[in-house]
């Protein structure tokens, strides 16, 4: 069928098109069918974001081939991206790769390595591992197979493992923290074969079907700690002068601690702090993100640390309105946070400690937006007892409206407005946690009632960040 055919089924019945007005059309089509394709492209690039061997960083490497959906084959490079259906292959077994994909999840590929990655249909990535050594850290939903046995996945560090002998592959599946699911080609009369790995588990499959579970060993720390700490220092050595050899021991200390522990905030804090004194500032962020979630809400001091180092982090990604927003939470949290000395306890080097004083601080008042620097945003159409709290709010007499308030904010009757000014009012008085839970409470409610303006909206969505 030609274009005109085309048209003359989808136009409305009887709207024709000329020649001129079809060759027009034809052009407006297909210039949106390409912009189509590149966003498509951009939402589902995987890029190569470092290359270790033989105990350098490496830009590109003909040592590992990806052969790509048409056939043609070519070596990889920092930053290349791949597709669906890209193949690599690493035969000598003496490169490691890190991939890292849209939402932040990260492979880790070593060994003699053969991988496929497949269309992601809903998860951040999804990559077949044929052989060899993958290691993947998923705050986003990143999935490994091998073969017919997947892993279903949420937020979690796990490794699969491929090795072949005579009587058939063998494949090893662990999971360090969080908790996954493995879905096994063997049929029963509810389906495939499913069972559920948690932290600190393994279990080896021989040809799909033999499967003995067992507890990780320390060999296994070991392995996945080394290929986590090699990858670190190839990132490092492209942003600063370093000696690869002591990066590499520190780092695998670092990991190995935080494997053998994964529930300690502490080491993962340690971990993120040497990541941003090497400027590894997305891995920095990830182990501080579950540090937060780790560290009891009543550690203000260690909440601080956190907010800092993630501070720092953010800056050196190039995102000064994060760092800003952290840093101010830190000084909120605790304002001695910033003192010289304590930045030098906690082993922040010369050159990040100066990157923190790049950030030009403005003195907040707690009756302001922190990131906006201008009072909280008051909703229109309120009631008189709505009215009265905001004009409370607005001269600052937080205490009294606490009292006007009364308790607990949930298990009541309210409306998005109320839910906000109660976030408002906690978060002047630093109690963070109701402040958290007023401001979720608000956002919740404001999705059925629409009584949250987009300012007012927006504003709920800052405290529930800054009181995290």
Request: hydrophobic letters at 40%; one cysteine or more; aromatic letters at 6%.
């Amino acid at each position: 069928m030609n274009f005109n055919g085309l048209c003359y089924l989808l136009l409305p019945k009887g709207v024709r098109l000329n020649t001129h007005s079809s060759a027009l059309v034809c052009r407006i089509i297909l210039v949106i069918a390409s912009i189509l394709c590149v966003v498509m492209a951009a939402d589902a690039q995987v890029r190569v974001t470092a290359i270790w061997k033989d105990g350098q960083s490496l830009k590109k490497t003909e040592d590992v081939r990806c052969r790509h959906d048409n056939w043609v084959e070519e070596g990889i490079s920092v930053d290349m991206v791949l597709k669906p259906f890209d193949q690599l292959t690493s035969p000598s077994g003496l490169v490691y790769i890190e991939l890292t994909a849209p939402n932040g999840s990260v492979f880790k590929g070593s060994d003699k390595l053969a991988i496929m990655l497949l269309p992601p249909e809903g998860a951040d990535v999804v990559i077949n591992v044929f052989s060899g050594n993958g290691d993947m850290q998923s705050a986003g939903g990143g999935v490994m197979t091998s073969g017919e046995v997947g892993l279903i996945v949420v937020k979690t560090e796990y490794s699969v493992r491929v090795r072949h002998t005579d009587a058939g592959p063998v494949r090893e599946f662990l999971t360090f923290e969080g908790e996954v699911q493995i879905s096994q080609p063997v049929l029963t009369r509810a389906g495939r074969l499913k069972q559920t790995l948690t932290a600190g588990e393994k279990v080896v499959l021989e040809n799909n079907v033999n499967s003995v579970r067992t507890k990780i060993q320390p060999e296994d720390i070991a392995k996945s700690a080394a290929v986590y700490a090699y990858l670190d220092t190839a990132k490092a050595a492209q942003r600063r002068k370093i000696n690869p050899q002591e990066t590499f021991d520190t780092l695998l200390k670092r990991y190995t601690a935080v494997f053998e522990d994964p529930k300690n905030g502490e080491k993962r804090i340690e971990l993120a702090i040497d990541q941003v004194n090497l400027e590894v500032n997305a891995d920095a962020v990830y182990q501080l993100k579950k540090a937060e979630q780790l560290t009891p809400v009543g550690e203000i001091k260690t909440h601080a640390r956190i907010a800092i180092t993630k501070g720092i982090a953010f800056y050196q990604a190039g995102n000064p309105a994060a760092a800003q927003t952290e840093v101010q939470k830190a000084r909120d949290l605790d304002a001695s946070v910033l003192d010289e000395q304590n930045l030098r306890s906690f082993r922040l080097d010369d050159k990040t400690r100066q990157q923190i004083f790049q950030l030009k601080f403005t003195p907040v008042s707690p009756g302001e937006d922190p990131v906006t620097l201008r009072s909280w945003p008051i909703p229109a159409r309120l009631s008189p007892d709505q009215t009265e709290i905001f004009r409370m709010i607005a001269a600052r007499k937080y205490e009294a409206a606490s009292q006007l308030i009364g308790g607990p904010v949930v298990n009541r009757t309210l409306t998005s407005v109320d839910a906000y000014a109660y976030a408002i009012i906690y978060y002047a008085l630093k109690d963070m946690q109701k402040a958290r839970d007023a401001a979720a409470y608000a956002l919740r409610l404001s999705l059925s009632d629409k009584q949250l303006s987009k300012e007012a909206n927006d504003a709920a969505k800052r405290i529930l960040e800054l009181a995290r």
